[in-house]
T-cell receptor
């Protein structure tokens, strides 16, 4: 019973293609996130949803579009893939939107390694 | 620009020793601080959270927070080879009191030698 799951685990595709990554959490959390971890291992927040409402939208190319059909699911669609999109994408969830104090801990999925050729 | 800084390492300690990992942050009003462990090729895993000044102990791990000096540290006692990983420090960004996102350090690589 995986807490935060992502599919696929690996994604190899060519430049210009469109692809999606799916995330599901069964922790009953209200808030979900997408992160990008590049080759230098820096974790960069991309988006966050709280109960289907977009609450964080960092400076990300608009080729990236998140969608949250319900609070347990957060998907990421990427259009016109570029070489620079190659990275590991992590989904995470936390009990609440406000990270101050107890309830702000984030729990990560296993990651999706995207390789664009 | 809010920042979290860590020494990238590698920090090398012998098995059984105490490993000390440090993190400084720039946001003076941050309230929540987290340590995550990331094994190579795996996802970050939460190991400690701390919210008030002082020490917080959990098994072999102790987190220390000093808000006046804006640093947070993680001590690992009786280090084991299985502790070899990258340790990420994360700080909740205050941003008008919203505290909605974490600011991450680049991580410190720890190697525990048998």
């Amino acid at each position: 019973d995986t807490a935060v799951s992502q599919t696929p685990k690996y994604l190899v595709t060519q430049m210009g293609n469109d692809k999606s990554i799916k995330c599901e959490q069964n922790l009953g959390h209200d808030t979900m996130y997408w992160y990008k971890q590049d080759s230098k291992k820096f974790l960069k927040i991309m988006f966050s949803y709280n109960n289907k409402e977009l609450i964080i939208n960092e400076t990300v190319p608009n080729r990236f579009s998140p969608k949250s059909p319900d609070k347990a699911h957060l998907n990421l669609h990427i259009n016109s893939l570029e070489l620079g999109d190659s990275a590991v994408y992590f989904c995470a969830s936390s009990p609440q939107r406000r990270l101050a104090g107890s309830g702000g801990e984030q729990y990560f999925g296993p990651g999706t390694r995207l390789t664009v050729t | 620009q809010k920042e979290v800084e860590q020494n990238s390492g590698p920090l090398s300690v012998p098995e059984g020793a105490i490993a000390s990992l440090n993190c400084t942050y720039s946001d003076r009003v941050s309230q929540s601080f987290f340590w995550y462990r990331q094994y190579s090729g795996k996802s970050p895993e939460l190991i400690m959270s701390i919210y008030s000044n002082g020490d917080k102990e959990d098994g072999r791990f102790t987190a220390q927070l000093n808000k006046a000096s804006q640093y947070v540290s993680l001590l690992i006692r009786d280090s084991q080879p299985s502790d070899s990983a990258t340790y990420l420090c994360a700080v909740a960004a205050s941003e008008a009191g919203n505290n909605r996102k974490l600011i991450w350090g680049l991580g410190t690589s720890l190697a525990v030698n048998p």
